[in-house]
């Protein structure tokens, strides 16, 4: 069962990531927290750099090192591009997926 549920979670971190980014600039260790602290599944460095230098490859992420408590780090931004995107993705949860969202939060017994 847990699988199953963390396998859910994985086809969701793209959009994941890109809410994350469009909150705010990140850097990669700073995403992994936050996707553990908001889903409870530990997401692997190996997913998340890749992801985040593809974003950046498509046009969709730009980076800049900054320097964090004396440690240099690549913080990330969506672009334009990314924010389309990420608001593509918003609609979609806000009108197509939207009834079917909000009965998952319904607190009825399956029959």
Not at 5 to 30: A, C, M, Q
């Amino acid at each position: 069962m847990v699988e199953v549920i963390k396998s859910f979670i994985n086809g969701l971190n793209l959009i994941i990531i890109l809410w994350l980014l469009s909150v705010k600039p990140r850097h990669g260790y700073e995403i992994i927290k936050e996707f553990r602290r908001l889903t409870g599944i530990s997401l692997n460095p190996g997913v998340v750099y890749p992801l985040l230098h593809h974003l950046e490859e498509e046009g969709l992420a730009l980076s800049r090192w900054i320097i964090e408590k004396n440690k240099a780090r690549r913080c990330y931004s969506l672009t334009v591009r990314g924010k389309k995107l990420f608001n593509r993705f918003r609609t979609l949860f806000k009108e197509r997926l939207k009834v079917f969202a909000e009965s998952l939060m319904i607190d009825a017994e399956p029959k």
